[in-house]
């Protein structure tokens, strides 16, 4: 087993973003970046908090399963922040390109004035 494990924390994404705060947009954004990068989704889980008190920003969870692992997204929306998870395994061929230019396209999508990555190789 071999793989690609990316994280990033994006901080200072510009208010009023629709899939900071919009399931279907998050969904949609996240479902065409996965197809624009090669990878295969084969499920899906995407959930907006409830909010505690009327009229605060609550964020969303968002995870799709992928033939080659997963992307988790956390939006932040009272925080103007997002964090992405990446993680592709390489069995069969080396998926890391696809995952670079996933984490890539979510990356500019949420327009962050600063990104804090990280980069795990897994496996042996």
Known sequence: MQGLHLTADLHGCPAGLAPLTDVAALRMLCLAAVAEAGLLAVGELFHRFEPARPGQLVGITGVVLLAESHLAVHTWPEKAAVTLDVYVCNFG???????QRLMARLEASFAPERVTRQQLLRGD
């Open 93 to 99: 061929g080396d998926n890391s390109a696809k995952a």
